[in-house]
Nanobody
Framework: QVLLVESGGGLVQAGGSLTLSCVPS????????MGWYRQAPGKQREMVAT???????NYADSVKGRFTISRDNTKNTVYLQMNSLKPEDTAVYYC??????????????WGQGTQVTVSS
């Protein structure tokens, strides 16, 4: 069974920085598209940033210039560097990834989420 384990969330003051990490457990052979999404209270889940295996990135307009997504293909791990955080960035952040295991073709997986809270 594959699990995506996120870490790095927490409480930070406005203007501060956090780095999220997402590491898969299980026997992972390869990964394709990976990304970060977030959901604030009372709002729908939204895309924050995505990255292809080749490194092409896409960002929500609200985080462009402040957040950077990256990945390590050797570890099938994805990161989100968040700078200049704003109170409106407060949300539960979810990792998403297309992963291939030793017994299954590529499937899409979600992490359990990590809370990011930005105080003003």
């Amino acid at each position: 069974q594959v699990l995506l384990v996120e870490s790095g969330g927490g409480l930070v003051q406005a203007g501060g920085s956090l780095t999220l990490s997402c590491v898969p457990s299980g026997s992972i052979d390869s990964s394709n598209g990976m990304g970060w999404y977030r959901q604030a209270p009372g709002k729908q889940r939204e895309m924050v940033a995505t990255i292809t295996r080749g490194g092409r990135t896409n960002y929500a307009d609200s985080v462009k210039g402040r957040f950077t997504i990256s990945r390590d293909n050797t570890k099938n791990t994805v990161y989100l560097q968040m700078n200049s955080l704003k109170p409106e960035d407060t949300a539960v952040y979810y990792c998403n990834a297309d992963l291939k295991t030793s017994t299954t073709w590529f499937q899409n997986y979600w992490g359990q989420g990590t809370q990011v809270t930005v105080s003003s």
